[in-house]
């Protein structure tokens, strides 16, 4: 994807309007990649090492929704 660099908004109006993407694309699976891989780049994930066992699908349902919670949370690394 070509990089556009505009001076002001007016100068934007030339730029061509996204299109809904067609069901069943090959190219949508390739759309979906790049976009997990800017969004794993963005914020990657941590999985803490480990195995973890639970007493009932409950307690590891929390346990799931708590660690979710914690990555969206987690500030990101400074480079």
């Known amino acids: 994807m070509p990089i556009r660099k505009f001076r002001s908004v007016e100068e934007m109006k030339g730029s061509r309007p996204l299109r809904p993407l067609t069901p069943l694309d090959p190219e949508n699976l390739r759309i979906a ?11 990657p994930w ?5 195995v973890r066992k639970f007493r009932s699908i409950e307690e590891m349902n929390a346990h799931r929704a708590a660690w979710e919670r914690e990555q969206v949370r987690r500030p990101q690394p400074s480079p």
């Open 33 to 43: 990649c790049d976009l997990s891989e800017l969004a794993y780049a963005l914020h």
């Open 46 to 50: 941590h999985f803490p090492p480990g």
